[in-house]
Nanobody, 130 residues
Framework: QVQLMESGGGSVQTGGSLRLSCGVS????????VGWFRQAPGKEREGVAA????????NYRNSVKGRFTISQDAARKTIDLQMNSLQLEDTAMYYC???????????????????????WGPGTQVTVSS
């Protein structure tokens, strides 16, 4: 059983940076895809970035490309989301989620669709202010 726990949220001004971490514990191996999602009040949940723990190229939402970077820290067993040049519209509750996937091909199938992820963390709040 895989468990996820987010950390690193907080408040920052526009243009600032935050680094979120998703701690992955339990029965983990490389056959796992992990994604970061966010949901702002009154809005639909949206996928931000996703990565296959076996390696390969991550997937990003268009609006965060060039600003956010998802990466794996094997030593800490975390999937991190470095967020730079934060904007007001990045304010949301951020969640990490996991699903089984055994290849980069599988990782590229609906990587930012929350409905295909089966395990979710409790979330961490990110607030960007002017």
């Amino acid at each position: 059983q895989v468990q996820l726990m987010e950390s690193g949220g907080g408040s920052v001004q526009t243009g600032g940076s935050l680094r979120l971490s998703c701690g992955v514990s339990g029965d983990t191996d490389s056959n796992l895809c992990v994604g970061w999602f966010r949901q702002a009040p009154g809005k639909e949940r949206e996928g931000v970035a996703a990565i296959w723990m076996g390696g390969g190229s991550p997937n990003y939402r268009n609006s965060v490309k060039g600003r956010f970077t998802i990466s794996q820290d094997a030593a800490r067993k975390t999937i991190d989301l470095q967020m730079n040049s934060l904007q007001l519209e990045d304010t949301a509750m951020y969640y990490c989620a996991a699903r089984n996937c055994a290849s980069q091909f599988a990782a590229n199938i609906y990587p930012l669709e929350g409905r295909v992820y089966t395990i979710w963390g409790p979330g961490t709040q990110v607030t960007v202010s002017s």
